[in-house]
């Protein structure tokens, strides 16, 4: 599971996308170094971090988009179900095409996607349940 993307999920609605892109591109820079894994996790995060505040946007309640910390308490359960598993899935999808590099098994790479998307949308649920 892919929880570290977590953290980019959780920045204020109100940083800077240059300062969240930068920040997603340390946790993948990281994560790439212990994985040996060349800039795969850095290029997928920071997609994210370039998505996520559109994301937002997306599925937040236009009055509640000011300066909120992303939860079930600031969102409500659904906005952030959604809000997390469209996050959860770019993340996935854009990371295992890099790792892929071919679409000539497709159903096998969506199939990975949605495993992996299911798997750290669990992990990530169970800490925001903890963290409640």
């Known amino acids: 599971p892919f929880l570290y993307i977590y953290f980019i999920l959780k920045f204020a609605s109100g ?6 892109m ?18 795969m ?4 995060t920071v997609l994210l971090a370039f ?4 994301l937002l946007r997306l599925f937040t309640p236009r009055d509640n988009l000011d300066s909120i910390i992303p939860s079930f308490k600031s969102m409500g359960i659904t906005p952030f179900l959604k809000y997390t598993t469209a996050s959860v899935f770019v993340h996935s999808l854009a990371l295992l095409s890099i790792e892929f590099f071919s679409f000539t098994s497709i159903w096998l790479l969506l199939l ?14 169970a800490v925001e349940g903890i963290r409640r």
């Not at 998505?51 to 559109?54: K, M, V, W």
């Open 51 to 54: 998505l996520r505040p559109s």
């Open 41 to 44: 996790n850095a290029a997928a």
């Open 22 to 39: 930068l920040w997603a591109f340390f946790f993948g820079l990281t994560i790439d170094i212990f994985a040996d894994t060349p800039g």
């Open 15 to 20: 940083t800077s996308r240059n300062e969240l």
């Open 112 to 125: 990975r996607v949605i495993s992996c998307t299911l798997l750290t949308l669990t992990c990530i649920l």
